[in-house]
């Protein structure tokens, strides 16, 4: 089980990361985002942060898609999240090795290609 400090402690726990100010949490490297908490909006309401959901990217739309339908308790998508290499998770019910592997992918996928290289060699 897992939840947002998690969540912040595994991504500033890699190199060059950077957390903007947000009601949840957001995390970027080299500008991009790689984990953030899931802005939930609902029609007729004003919109809520999530921070017992993350989302994490992806890279593309297979990985999309395996995730969703392989481990359907983790992972879920939105209409809002058609064609983005975006998925949602669940955190409460993820487990701290596999949230681990997550957060890193995500980071790889997004982090320039020479810093990405670099968590390789440590």
Known sequence: MADANDVRRLAL???H???IDSDGFDFRVGGKGFVWSYP???PGRPR???TDIAVLYVGDEAEK???LLGEPRLFFTTPGYDGWPLVMLRLPE???GRLAELVTDAWRMRAPEALAAELGEQ
Request: hydrophobic fraction near 40%.
């Open 13 to 15: 726990s890699l190199p």
């Open 17 to 19: 990361v950077e957390e």
């Open 40 to 42: 939930e909006r609902q």
């Open 48 to 50: 809520v942060i999530r």
């Open 65 to 67: 898609q395996a995730l």
């Open 94 to 96: 993820v487990d701290g």
